[in-house]
């Protein structure tokens, strides 16, 4: 008997604008050249689907910090992919040249990038991407920097990315600066970069199709977040 698992379309989208639901969940995108696709992508997806096909297909794993750092690489991939179709103005784009390079080579994750894993009661795939600025303070918005967050759906799995850039002059310690809303994610969620617990039980408790437990609930989290670092310049 083959497990077999069907998915809606793939869904995007920037800030509070509207969701673009796509025709077909598989995509082409033409940024990705066939070299990067069939080598090193490849092999970071082959590395990271023993965990990946149990967790998508909602069966019971025991993931180590070894199969953490692997789903880490896989979501950091995915996102910078996939902000090849999220909405945005012009080519302007939020990973640096110099971070897709050092991932490619090394699979280095760009600093202040926080990586979180859970499951869903029901299957889907689809993706949510939306940047958010950074002011210097509650009553001075000056902007000190933007956040980048892209939230992937795939199967019984969801996964949230949030990498942050600091513009200058503006420098800050190192850790995050923005942290999401407490909300019903915070017992759902388990973060597995760069904070990992020693082992993660699959499945987890689920996040649920509606309501406060629901998808909107892990997108909306991130809608006026707390500011957890002192900013200064430089």
């Not at 050249?33 to 967790?55: D, F, G, V, Y």
């Amino acid at each position: 008997m083959h497990n077999t698992v069907k998915f809606a379309p793939i869904n995007m989208q920037e800030a509070d604008g509207p969701v673009i639901t796509g025709q077909d969940p598989e995509q082409t995108i033409t940024t990705v050249c066939h070299e990067c696709n069939t080598a090193w992508m490849s092999l970071i997806e082959h590395k990271a689907s023993t965990r990946l096909k149990p967790m998508l297909l909602n069966q019971q794993i025991e993931i180590d910090r070894g199969g953490m750092k692997l789903l880490t690489q896989w979501a950091v991939l995915r996102a910078m992919v996939f902000e090849s179709i999220k909405p945005k103005s012009g080519n302007e784009q939020f990973f640096t040249r110099e971070e897709r390079v050092a991932f490619k080579a090394n699979q280095t994750v760009p600093e202040r990038t926080r990586v979180w894993v859970g499951a869903l009661d029901n299957s889907h795939i689809g993706y949510h991407g939306t940047d958010y600025a950074m002011w210097k303070s509650a009553t001075d918005h000056t902007r000190i920097g933007t956040g980048s967050v892209g939230t992937i759906y795939a199967g019984h799995i969801i996964m949230q990315t949030v990498t942050e850039h600091i513009h200058p002059p503006y420098v800050v310690q190192p850790g995050p600066i923005i942290a999401p809303l407490p909300g019903p994610a915070d017992e759902r969620f388990v973060e597995i970069y760069p904070k990992q617990p020693i082992r993660v039980i699959w499945p987890t408790k689920p996040f649920t199709d509606e309501g406060p437990p629901g998808i909107l609930a892990v997108r909306d989290r991130w809608h006026q977040g707390e500011k957890v670092s002192q900013i200064k310049n430089a």
